[in-house]
């Protein structure tokens, strides 16, 4: 049996982002349809969201479908939307006290999804555990364009003033506004690459790629890249010595 990894309880990331990647290859191996690849995937994100809460982390951001995911063949854009519709599960995310949140251009997704995840997101609001993200058709240059946008309306109607934009109004106006930045980003299925994923928000992120297709990543999975990131000195640009005299 594999060995379990230990980790320190204190420092555990609070914002783990993941980009879930690897299911049609996984589904290829088996000689399956890609579809059947995103199903097994579906499972993984139950088992992963509940550890990650079991673990303390606060913000767990999984990116589900983006953008450019949309110019996939209609037909395995069609099953996405039916599994997505079919894994929204209320009663998991209650029993782990998870607030279910989504991220992107969430009127792009069919009626049927829409209305399910709105109700899930509000009925899950006054859970104190973690945070469950889905990012659904999103992308990071998404949501900077609409950030920018936003910010040039409010210069245009007097309500800001040009040189009162810093760092923090952009943060202010991403989709993930009310979240802290992206302490571990993790990539499964072997491509070293953000594919669009939270770019601003991974500025200071810890990055871990591992060759595992999504289906696969399973707890220990989860933990040994937990255990990574703990291994690691975050310096934001300072030197070790300057860090280690903020820590004592
Ligand atoms: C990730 O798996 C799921 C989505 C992008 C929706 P892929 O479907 O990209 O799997 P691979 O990369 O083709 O193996
Ligand atoms: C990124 O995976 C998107 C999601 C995991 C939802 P892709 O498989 O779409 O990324 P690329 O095309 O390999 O960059
Ligand atoms: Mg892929």
């Known amino acids: ?47 992963i969201a509940e550890e990650a809460a079991r673990l303390g ?17 209609e037909q395995e854009v069609t099953a996405l939307m039916g599994l ?37 997101v509000e009925h ?3 859970n104190t555990g ?30 800001m003033e040009l040189s009162a934009i810093d760092s923090d109004t952009i943060q202010q106006h991403l989709a993930t506004k009310h979240m802290p930045d992206v302490d571990l980003l993790i990539r499964t299925g072997g491509e070293q690459r953000l594919s669009n994923y939270l770019l601003w928000q991974c500025a200071y992120a810890e990055l871990y790629f591992c060759e595992t297709f999504w289906p696969d990543f399973k707890e220990l ?10 291994h690691r000195e975050r310096r934001y640009g300072l030197t070790s010595e300057q860090i280690i005299d903020l820590v004592i």
């Open 1 to 47: 049996m594999e060995m379990d990894v230990q980790l320190d309880l204190n420092r555990i990331p609070r914002h783990v982002a993941i980009i879930m990647d690897g299911n049609g290859r996984w589904a290829k191996q088996r000689g399956l349809d890609r579809s059947q690849g995103h199903q097994a995937g579906a499972e993984t994100v139950h088992q």
């Open 57 to 73: 982390i606060d913000f767990l951001t999984l990116y589900t479908f983006s953008t450019e995911n949309w110019n996939r063949p």
């Open 84 to 120: 997505l519709f079919e894994h929204i599960e209320e009663e998991t995310f209650m029993k782990n006290n998870i607030s279910f949140q989504v991220i992107g251009e969430i009127d792009k997704l069919p009626e049927f999804v829409k209305g399910k995840l709105m109700a899930c």
């Open 124 to 126: 899950t609001s006054q």
């Open 130 to 159: 973690m945070s469950l993200v889905l990012a659904l058709s999103y992308s990071s240059k998404w949501e900077l364009t609409e950030a920018t946008r936003q910010i040039a309306a409010e210069v245009k109607s007097g309500k």
């Open 221 to 230: 999975e989860l933990r040994k890249a937990i255990a990574d990131y703990q």
